[in-house]
């Protein structure tokens, strides 16, 4: 997996080695997932028009997608949730309050994929464990 891009130049870099253009467009979008973890794609749109002006969300969209395809991003997906995006592509889980839907980076157990070792993998060659933890957060628990 890609690793965590901080710098302009770092993400310029790292679409380009993804055969990717590198677009206004595309920068802000991954500076939008950056500044603004576990985002869903219709935040990270508010976000790139406020910085960028008329950008259509269907180009935010097909943004989103071919930088998770390609790894610069993730996506991820809690039950119930529609699609969050972050720029920590590594190996880790997520922790979700219940009551206010607040999400949080877990490190993974073991620190490297999969962290969990299934009982009977039929077959497959295992190479990543999704986990999601589901609790009440600290401020919730005080309402």
Request: proline share 3%; hydrophobic share 40%.
């Amino acid at each position: 997996m890609a690793a965590r891009n901080n710098t302009p130049s770092d993400i310029s870099d790292a679409l380009r080695s993804a055969g990717l253009q590198v677009t206004a467009q595309r920068l802000a979008v991954y500076r939008a997932v950056r500044d603004k973890p576990h985002a869903m794609a219709d935040e990270i749109s508010d976000c790139v028009r406020s910085e960028l002006g008329t950008v259509s969300r269907q180009a935010v969209y097909d943004a989103l997608n071919v930088m998770s395809e390609h790894e610069l991003i993730r996506r991820i997906q809690p039950a119930g949730s529609a699609a969050r995006f972050e720029d920590r592509v590594d190996n880790h889980h997520h922790l979700i309050c219940r009551v206010c839907q607040s999400l949080v980076d877990i490190d993974c157990a073991i620190g490297k994929a999969p962290c969990l070792i299934a009982d009977d993998d039929h077959g497959y060659l295992i190479d990543e464990a999704e986990v999601i933890y589901w609790g009440t957060c600290p401020g919730c628990q005080q309402d």
